[in-house]
């Protein structure tokens, strides 16, 4: 019997739709318009509508920002004069900054008649800009409603991470927050058949759609029978929130790899036949395959000791972390904006940008790692933890992990007797 795959849990499954975590809390004080608001408009002019003006009786364009367009063209398309659109800019400036117009966006044009009376613009999915075109001119947000769900997550890596997920109908956003929290732990590049997270999360949803995975609570990553808690706990100390289950930080002194989410296309060896030459001699390092301009970030703090054209490596750039430590990034196709030579870098700053210069058969990161002047293995550096939590923080945090381990069992239980209640 297999018991495995993801669970965001059916609500047909008797027993499982109790443990679905469906709480949900509202982030916005305005409702979305419909209908009965604009009835209630036409009935009342004083009624206030969600926009801040009732559509009901106008006329509305339709249309997306284009290339090339500026705010004052944009509103010359649309009917204004010259001196009426720089009217409105100054009108409106302390509300919306208008170089910061994209491309691409949507936007909704009102009229009456043939006089433009409003433009709402799509700042975001969860907010517009609603500009009043006609003097007094002004402007205004509008927050759509936002919904914060409860959710849990059981992904077992059968194929790859993203594949799984999508295929459990669960959002790739929670990607992008697992890869943060768990950076220092997990190599993302190395996930195996059989791997597995579990996981506690929140997601904002608007107009039915999800637009951001808002915050991970709890999270177990198992790999060979080893399982690795994350427990997010914020001490209000303004740093970290993010905790193994004994209090030690998640954020190590080295990210565990590079960039983000890619393949590995060749590993750390002595004894490995060059793609170009076809001679065995050592590969010091690890190749990540990547797409020409992908972001490659500095793997902790350091200072750049090299940025140059080194021949069979192409474009590198190498930092000194401390006395312990060296990394070289080869291959780069251009260098991180402003990177100097001796300039000191942070963590996770772009340095560079994949490409295939020097002795390479196409776009890939070389990424090399020294220990006391001796090459290591990248896949299998260890990083020591940084500060754990304070004491005075402990029970609370001991009490938070404690909730969320029981309700993840809790959930865990009650969806293999609904698996097992649907075999019968």
């Not at 302390?94 to 009376?117: H, I, M």
């Not at 060979?224 to 209000?236: A, F």
């Not at 000191?344 to 940008?353: D, E, F, L, N, T």
């Not at 402990?394 to 698996?419: G, L, M, N, T, W």
């Amino acid at each position: 019997m297999k018991i495995t795959r993801t669970l965001l849990f059916k609500s047909a499954a008797l027993m499982a739709s109790a443990a679905l975590i469906a709480l949900s809390s509202c982030s916005g004080d305005v409702s979305s318009s419909s209908s009965d608001d604009c009835d209630v408009c036409a009935e009342d002019e004083t009624a206030e509508h969600p926009l801040g003006f009732c559509p009901d009786s106008l006329s509305v364009k339709e249309g997306k920002v284009r290339n090339g367009q500026f705010f004052s063209t944009l509103l010359g398309s649309l009917g204004m004069s010259a001196q009426e659109a720089y009217n409105l800019t100054e009108a409106c400036d302390s509300v919306f900054d208008v170089r910061t117009l994209r491309v691409g966006q949507a936007y909704r044009a009102y009229y009456e008649d043939e006089d433009l009376l409003y433009l709402v613009y799509d700042r975001d999915r969860a907010s517009s800009i609603v500009f009043s075109c006609r003097p007094p001119y002004s402007a205004w947000v509008y927050e759509k409603p936002v919904t914060i769900q409860k959710k849990y997550a059981d992904v077992m890596i059968s194929t790859s991470l993203w594949n799984d997920m999508i295929a459990a109908d669960v959002s790739p956003l929670l990607i992008v927050n697992l890869s943060d929290i768990y950076a220092w732990t997990v190599d993302f590049f190395a996930l195996q058949k059989g791997d597995r997270f579990r996981v506690l999360y929140e997601e904002k949803v608007c107009d039915g759609e999800v637009i951001a995975v808002d915050t991970v609570r709890y999270a177990v990553f198992s790999h060979g029978g080893e399982d690795l808690p994350m427990v997010m706990y914020n001490q209000g100390d303004g740093g970290n929130v993010w905790w193994n289950e004994k209090g030690e930080s998640m954020r190590k002194a080295f990210l565990k790899a590079p960039l983000s989410y890619s393949r590995i296309s060749s590993g750390f060896s002595y004894a490995r036949r060059h793609p170009v030459t076809r001679k065995v001699q050592p590969h010091t390092g690890v190749d990540y395959a990547a797409p020409k301009g992908t972001p490659v970030m500095s793997i902790g703090d350091g200072v750049v000791t090299s940025m140059k054209y080194e021949g069979a490596g192409g474009n590198v750039v190498r930092i000194r972390h401390n006395s312990v430590y060296s990394t070289a990034y080869l291959h780069l196709s251009k260098y991180g904006p402003g990177l100097k030579t001796g300039q000191r870098v942070r963590q996770g700053q772009v340095i560079g940008y994949v490409g295939s210069t020097g002795r390479s058969t196409g776009p890939h990161l070389d990424f090399r790692v020294w220990k006391n002047g001796t090459p290591i293995n990248p896949l299998k550096m260890e990083s020591p933890p940084a500060e754990p939590i304070k004491e005075e923080s402990r029970p609370a945090f001991e009490a938070a992990h404690k909730i969320y381990k029981a309700q993840v069992d809790s959930i865990r239980s009650r969806s293999i007797a609904a698996e097992l209640f649907e075999l019968l």
